[in-house]
């Protein structure tokens, strides 16, 4: 009776033990062998020298923007609130406009911006174009033809100093 009821433990012990295996092996082809085909962070889709369409912006009036694409559920967002805070404060006094695009209703853009203390001259409501905006955050700095001069794109934390940089360098470029 007890080899019997030993048996029987180390069969559900071996089956539990050959699911598991399959699981992870599973999980392993999934990621490794079929890869989801998605834009890495690190590379934008819109680059420089490129135009920006974005509906009711009239990049002629504004001159020099400075645009974000951000999303109220974005952490690196969030996480780089401070440096785009900067970047503001410097482009009020560069006479740059900021904008702020987001995919969700004025209303939560509106309580996110202010969530994360940022304040930019203009929101729009716009879905991103997944053929240009690889993901956010990406922040633009637009000229007055509306092509695209810089690009930055994902967690601006740890890159303070290289953006805000290259941000003085493009504000402080005469208008075309």
């Known amino acids: 009776m007890r080899n019997s009821f030993r048996t029987n433990i180390e069969f559900g012990a071996q089956i539990v033990i050959a699911i598991a295996v399959l699981v992870v092996a599973g999980i392993i082809v999934k990621r490794h ?8 962070l690190n590379k934008p889709s819109i680059s420089a020298g490129e135009r920006l369409n ?8 504004n001159k020099k923007s400075l645009v974000f694409f951000l999303n109220k559920d974005c952490r690196y967002c969030t996480s780089s609130a401070p440096v785009y ?5 410097e482009a009020l006094k560069q006479n740059v406009k900021s904008l702020a695009v987001f995919p969700h209703s004025a209303e939560e853009a509106k309580a996110y911006l202010e969530s994360i ?6 929101i729009l409501i716009s879905p991103v ?13 637009v000229n007055s033809s509306g092509t695209v001069e810089g690009v930055w794109v994902g967690d601006a934390s740890r890159r303070e100093k290289q953006i805000r940089e290259e941000f003085l360098t493009l504000a402080e470029k005469p208008v075309d």
């Open 33 to 40: 062998i079929f890869p989801e085909r998605r834009t890495p």
């Open 117 to 122: 203390k940022l304040s930019t001259d203009e």
């Open 129 to 141: 174009p997944p053929d240009k905006i690889a993901g956010t955050p990406t922040v633009l700095f």
């Open 85 to 89: 805070r900067q970047l503001t404060e």
């Open 54 to 61: 974005l509906a009711d912006v009239d990049w002629k009036q």
